[in-house]
């Protein structure tokens, strides 16, 4: 039963989002769903679709085409925790589920972003700057 709720909540996660073009490189084009930036207590988060030009590979050999990812945007320190991320078999978040991952909170999880790379912009962009 829980495996369905999983799959229907993931299911409802990505073919309601609203994907809108955020930035694109060689390997991906970056999608954000604007509609679902929050303030949660101190920190923002947001939902992020990474969609890949050719499959990646996850180290069990299974292959995705498109990452969804929930982020946790601390503004004050600009800096980024990633607190969920699941692989789809196809492109922009669509088939099958073949990694779903969520993290704990923790302190030692906070990554930092040069200026100028998509994480930076997405920082900017869930904290009001841009």
């Excluded at 909540?9 to 955020?22: G, I, N, P, R, V």
């Excluded at 996850?58 to 929930?70: A, T, Y």
């Excluded at 945007?73 to 922009?92: G, H, K, L, N, T």
Aim: proline content about 3%; aromatic content about 14%.
């Amino acid at each position: 039963m829980k495996k369905l709720l999983l799959i229907l909540c993931l299911f409802s996660m990505t073919a309601h989002a609203e994907w809108k073009f955020y930035d694109s490189t060689d390997t991906f084009t970056s999608y954000v769903d604007y509609s679902r930036i929050k303030t949660e207590g101190k920190y923002k988060s947001m939902w992020d679709l990474d969609d890949y030009k050719s499959p990646q590979h996850l180290p069990s050999g299974k292959q995705f085409k498109s990452l969804v990812g929930k982020t946790l945007i601390d503004c004050q320190a600009s800096r980024i925790q990633f607190v969920a991320s699941f692989a789809y078999s196809e492109q922009m978040g669509k088939g099958e589920v073949v990694l779903s991952e969520n993290h704990e909170i923790l302190e030692s999880r906070w990554r930092y972003f040069p200026p100028n790379t998509i994480a930076d912009g997405k920082i900017n962009i869930a904290c009001g700057r841009k």
